[in-house]
Structures are given as C-alpha cells and as structure tokens.
C-alpha cells in the first residue's frame, strides 16, 4: 500500500481486516552509539527503540522483531547477553517478541532491527495527509537528547539513551483524534516537519516548540533522536493539552506556500537536522 517515503512501509494481506507495518533501522557503533559512554543495557534499548518509534509514528501495535547483530572483538558474552536482554525487554514492553535474526561479527558493533506492527486496515498514520489549515502539534518538550549527548550527564543524558516510544499516543492520535499526518522526530523538529510538507505537498508556519529543562532554542528546533511525535489535525479537531501525562503543544499551521517551506516565527527556517547523508535522502 505504501512503500519508500514514510515511517514504515504498509503491507496488505489478501482479505485482512489489518495492514501491516514495517520498519527497519540501522544502529552502529561510532555513529548512533559509543561504548565509552552507553552500557550494553543503554545500547540495547535503543537499538529497538528506534524501530518501535517508527511504529508509534503510523499508531500502530508492534507484533515482532528480527533483530541482526553484528559482534566486535571488545563484547564479551557477558555484553551481548545484557544488550540482548535490554532489547528484548523494549520489545516485550512494546507487546512484540524477538522472532528471529542473524548473527556475525566485525569490527565495531553493528545491529539492524526490523519490527512488524499491524493497524486496523486503511488506517494507518501516515505523512502525507497534512492539508493546508491544519494545526501541527508536538508531544513532549524537544532539545533533551541533544542536550544529554552534549553534557553526557543528568536527566537529559537519562533522557537520550532512555527514549520512549509514543505508542499509546501514536494509537490515540489514528483512532480518536483524527489526526490528519504524523511523524517521529528522529533528525530534528525541522528536517522531520519538513518531510512531512513535502510529503503532503505543503509548508508549514511554526512558533517556539517546548523546551526541555536546560536545552537551547536551537537543540528544541533541530536536535535529532528524540522520538517525539509531530502530527497534525484538521482546524476543527480538539486536541487536550495532557494525554497520559505527555503534553501535547500547539505549534502553529499548514500553509499552502511552497512544498517543504518551515516559517518559524515568520523567517524561513533552514532544515538543520540529522541527515547521514546531507541531501534529500529520506530515512524510515
Ligand atoms: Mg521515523
């Protein structure tokens, strides 16, 4: 149903009442991880953190994993076993179970996590459905991962290496609040809202997202990893101000300027997030 482009591609079986998700992301050492600083418990954690987050971005229910890792020379067994007890956990957590993978070695560590989830047919979050007058809205307060990576101590490092997928709200915002487009913020508020616009073939005019505590304006509008959810809803929606204890903040509107144009406090904002790749490459 959908394929390259959005958080996890949509597969429909044949006469069933679901679709389902898919995503897989890669987690490597030196470039989303270090050993120094992340315990094997940290690494395993996100490792699958950042796939069950795709899941939440389309409100979906995770169902499995297959998870493939690749073992450097400086993980013991005492390591692997505490990452893979750390990943399954984040699973199960989730509702979904390990159900299979593979396993090499190499030089430094490398693990690729593909997680299935299933929404009711037709149903799914996706982001391309973002229309102009629709408000965009943000779960949490931004800037806290990339604050942590910086300080590598309190509750922003706490926060950075413990994300939390926004499952239940991923769910909420598909089957109750009607939520027109969404996304997980994994490279920064302004690269991800800006694949949503050119997604859905719109722009955007945004004011100051919520901080978290200590964080600059800057790390808020393009720090990455923090799997928050940016959605919108048509004009007429009414979204509470709490869900769960997560608030849920207003940010301003779609337009119906150039495809992919973020006007943040009236100036054009240029899309300064995490890219590996620095072009247009869209990550799932
Ligand atoms: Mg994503």
Not at 35 to 46: E, N
Not at 49 to 55: G, K, Q, V
Not at 59 to 88: I, K, Q, Y
Not at 128 to 138: L, T
Request: proline share 5%.
């Amino acid at each position: 149903m959908l394929g390259i482009g959005d958080d996890c591609a949509i597969y429909r079986p044949r006469g069933s009442k679901e679709d389902l998700l898919f995503t897989t992301d890669l987690f490597l050492e030196d470039v989303h991880f270090r050993r120094s600083t992340h315990g094997a418990k940290d690494a395993g954690r996100v490792a699958m953190c950042r796939s069950l987050s795709d899941i939440a971005a389309m409100g979906g229910e995770p169902r499995f994993a297959l998870v493939s890792l690749s073992v450097p020379g400086w993980a013991d067994d005492r390591w692997v076993r505490s990452f893979f007890e750390s990943l399954t956990s984040a699973a199960s957590a989730a509702g979904a179970v390990l159900a299979g993978g593979d396993l090499a070695t190499s030089e430094k560590l490398a693990c690729d996590v593909t997680v299935c989830g299933a929404v009711p047919r037709g149903s799914a979050l996706r982001r391309d459905g973002a229309r102009p007058g629709h408000a965009i809205y943000v779960s949490g307060a931004l800037g806290g991962s990339a604050l942590g990576l910086q300080t590598g101590a309190g509750r922003a490092w706490k926060r950075h290496v413990n994300p939390e997928p926004r499952l239940a709200l991923g769910r909420y915002l598909r089957s109750k609040a009607g939520a027109s487009a969404a996304m997980d913020i994994s490279d920064g508020l302004s690269l991800d809202l800006q694949r949503l616009c050119l997604a859905s073939g719109v722009a955007a005019d945004i004011t100051d997202p919520p901080v978290f505590l200590g964080a600059s304006p800057e790390q808020a509008l393009h720090g990455g990893e923090e799997y928050e959810l940016v959605f919108t809803v048509p004009a007429e929606a009414r979204i509470p101000k709490h869900y769960q204890g997560l608030a849920l903040t207003r940010i301003g509107q779609i337009t119906d300027g150039p495809a992919g144009l973020i006007r943040h406090n009236g100036k054009t904002l240029a899309a300064r997030g995490h890219d590996h790749f620095q072009d247009s490459c869209q990550r799932m």
